[in-house]
T-cell receptor
Framework: KAGVTQTPRYLIKTRGQQVTLSCSPI?????VSWYQQTPGQGLQFLFE???????NKGNFPGRFSGRQFSNSRSEMNVSTLELGDSALYLC???????????FGPGTRLLVL | AQRVTQPEKLLSVFKGAPVELKCNYS??????LFWYVQYSRQRLQLLLR??SRESIKGFTADLNKGETSFHLKKPFAQEEDSAMYYC?????????FGTGTSLTVIP
């Protein structure tokens, strides 16, 4: 089976712009979670989607949003980018909520 | 509230020496704990989970509810063990990760 894929792998944006990141889960996986990874904070949970519905949400501002499509692919959107949003954004898929998560390679976002 | 604490950001040991990566958690319920590993230029992957009580790549981790710890141990470190290690707690349906420990095994 192909692993979790994320596009794009690298992205450079400027403050105030918005960005959309994409995640394709492992075939058959219906749950997709998003994490922000930074050197200072480690991995922080953003949100989790299952069957096109957001099931869990971390402690991030409303500028961070996401959605899941009927084929389980997920997108994450960050609006009004800030310098502090520079991070590696990881997507993880699992068969269901709470199941073992398999991580993608991440999208590295740099906000200038 | 920080639910998972990894007190060591960096840890260096010599090849063949024992290694212990510390993880403490705060959770009053029945925790489910994991160790994830990220090797250089590779994606984050599950190393082991406490409920399976298995040994992966020579690593073991025992859940100590009294000390609220889930330390990762290996009796003889190998160079290929050099990586970033994350301890994680599952509370309900949400995962909480520690800030990670970077392990370097010196040849």
């Amino acid at each position: 089976k192909a692993g979790v894929t994320q596009t794009p792998r690298y992205l450079i944006k400027t403050r105030g712009q918005q960005v959309t990141l994409s995640c394709s889960p492992i075939s058959g996986h219906r749950s997709v979670s998003w994490y922000q990874q930074t050197p200072g904070q480690g991995l922080q949970f953003l949100f989790e989607y299952f069957s096109e519905t957001q099931r869990n949400k971390g402690n991030f501002p409303g500028r961070f949003s996401g959605r899941q499509f009927s084929n389980s692919r997920s997108e994450m959107n960050v609006s009004t980018l800030e310098l502090g949003d520079s991070a590696l954004y990881l997507c993880a898929s699992s068969l269901g909520i709470g199941e073992t998560q398999y991580f993608g390679p991440g999208t590295r976002l740099l906000v200038l | 509230a920080q639910r998972v604490t990894q007190p060591e950001k960096l840890l260096s040991v010599f090849k063949g020496a024992p290694v212990e990566l510390k993880c403490n958690y705060s959770y009053s319920g029945s925790p489910e704990l994991f160790w994830y590993v990220q090797y250089s230029r590779q994606r984050l992957q599950l190393l082991l989970r406490h409920i399976s009580r298995e040994s992966i790549k020579g690593f073991t981790a025992d859940l100590n509810k009294g000390e609220t710890s889930f330390h990762l141990k290996k009796p003889f470190a190998q160079e290929e063990d050099s990586a970033m290690y994350y301890c994680a707690l599952r509370r309900g349906n949400q995962f909480y990760f520690g800030t990670g420990t970077s392990l370097t095994v010196i040849p």
